[in-house]
């Protein structure tokens, strides 16, 4: 498959300013990379994002945090407690038609890169500012600490997460990091596309905690209309039945998801049990979520009967929604993930290629392609510097 080239992309010819560490800025504008923006990275000199060090796998001296949320991006290198520093990053604005922060509240003001100052200098610009609780320097969490399982713990959504019989669990994905990023990235466009008719740019503020509460969609409405805490339950659905993962005869577990009359007849089809599908117990999805730990309980015994495989081709053969419960090495090899090409070669300089995750986009039945290896400290301080006018600023860069 031909990669689009990157004067095709749909944000070739924007450039951001990033300031941002950690995750949900950098996964924010990775996707505004990967979609053909200039991204650049402001770096402190030596040291740079905190998360080139986070975690314990690396490839070389960078950690797999940094290589999954950073690629397609230029560095430059600038010590922000130096003043010199600071006017570097607010010329580099001036050029640019969005800026991303997620500093610590205040931080900005203090270091004269807030909203008012560098739209002072560039009304058009775009002004995204991500925080854990919220940019209101007066609510109640303001100033306090927050990360990703802090936000998922306060949301609600760690309480709704694991056995029922077991303690509350996290997420095994950061949700609120990269759900925030995404938000991020899709408002930003947004405030891009309007800025076409009003040529005035916006400021953007978002927090985990709030993008982390809007995806509990469905179920922030049942207890909206309820009033009720919902129960964990592991892999099933509070809503549906049966809507779980199932253990086979060999160990390994599938998901059935019949999720209406029509594919549970489709199951007790498939189960070759009439006698089921004709249990008044069992017979709507509201009498089965009443009846679900006797349903689970029959259901665990007939599907311990078969090994996964042969339950899944049975189930599919009879139009049963189900799929295999993967593990990570499985779901990299899967023949469908192989076919869409998800997984792509990152060029890696000096040393062998490193397999990442693309974007999951097509662009008129094209790949969005890597472009740049995610950057060293600096690397492209220089070259950047060149190019905004200012190559003969006293370097900063180590």
Known sequence: MIPVPVTELPLSGTTVVDVSHLAAGPWCTMVLADLGADVIKIERPGIGDMSRTAGGVYAGQDSAVFLALNRNKRSVAVDLKDPEGREIVRRLVEGADVFVENLRAGKTAELAIDYDTLSARNPGLVYASI????????GPYAGLPGNDPIIQALSGAMSITGEQDGPPARQGVSVPDFGAGMMAAFSIVSALLGRQATGRGRKLELNLLDVEIFALGPRAQEHLITGEDQPRLGSAHPQFAPYQAFRARDGRYLYIA????????????????????ADPD??????RCRHREALV???????AARDRDEWLAMLERHGVPCG????????????????NELLVELPRPGAATLPTVALPLHLDGERVAVRRTPPRVGEHTDEVLAEFGLHGTQRVAP
Not at 131 to 137: E, K, N, R
Not at 258 to 277: H, Q, V, Y
Not at 324 to 338: H, S
């Open 131 to 138: 925080s854990a609780f919220g940019a209101d320097p007066s």
């Open 258 to 277: 019949a999720i209406n009359e029509k594919f549970w007849r489709l199951l007790c089809d498939a189960l070759e049990d009439p006698g089921l599908a």
């Open 282 to 287: 069992y017979a709507t999805n509201v009498d």
């Open 297 to 303: 309980s029959l259901l665990e015994t007939r599907l």
């Open 324 to 339: 295999p419960v993967n593990t990570l090495t499985e779901a990299m090899a899967d023949p469908q993930v192989r076919h």
